[in-house]
């Protein structure tokens, strides 16, 4: 079984940074893409950032563009998600997923584990 434990959630004021992570276990990491996704209160889920097997690709929901950066590393099992310039629209619980095939995608149905989430909130 896949398990996904996400870290370094907190309190950060409008402007400055966070990094995010998510230890994994259960699965040829390299053969999982992985995905962020994020949920604010009274809203759907919505993706965030996802990355390939191998790293080499990635893709963002344009509003995190230029802010946000996913990577990887397969020999630690790891998955991060450096943010900088955090808005408080950007509050929300976060949510790293793992998803059975090499390729990334923006769909959350097609990520089958998930972690618990981890709560960023950014103050004004």
């Known amino acids: 079984q896949v398990q996904l434990l996400e870290s370094g959630g907190g309190l950060v004021q409008a402007g400055g940074s966070l990094r995010l992570s998510c230890a994994t276990s259960?699965?040829?990491?390299?053969?999982?893409?992985m995905g962020w996704f994020r949920q604010a209160s009274g809203k759907e889920r919505e993706f965030v950032a996802g990355?390939?097997?191998?790293?080499?690709?990635?893709l963002y929901v344009d509003s995190v563009k230029g802010r946000f950066t996913i990577s990887r590393d397969n020999a630690k099992n790891m998955v991060y998600l450096q943010m900088n310039s955090l808005k408080p629209e950007d509050t929300a619980v976060y949510y790293c997923?793992?998803?059975?095939?090499?390729?990334?995608?923006?769909?959350?149905?097609?990520?089958?584990?998930w972690g618990q989430g981890t709560q960023v909130t950014v103050s004004s």
């Open positions: 259960g699965r040829t990491f390299s053969r999982s893409a």
């Open positions: 997923a793992a998803r059975p095939s090499a390729f990334t995608s923006s769909s959350s149905h097609e990520y089958d584990y």
């Open positions: 990355i390939s097997g191998s790293g080499g690709s990635t």
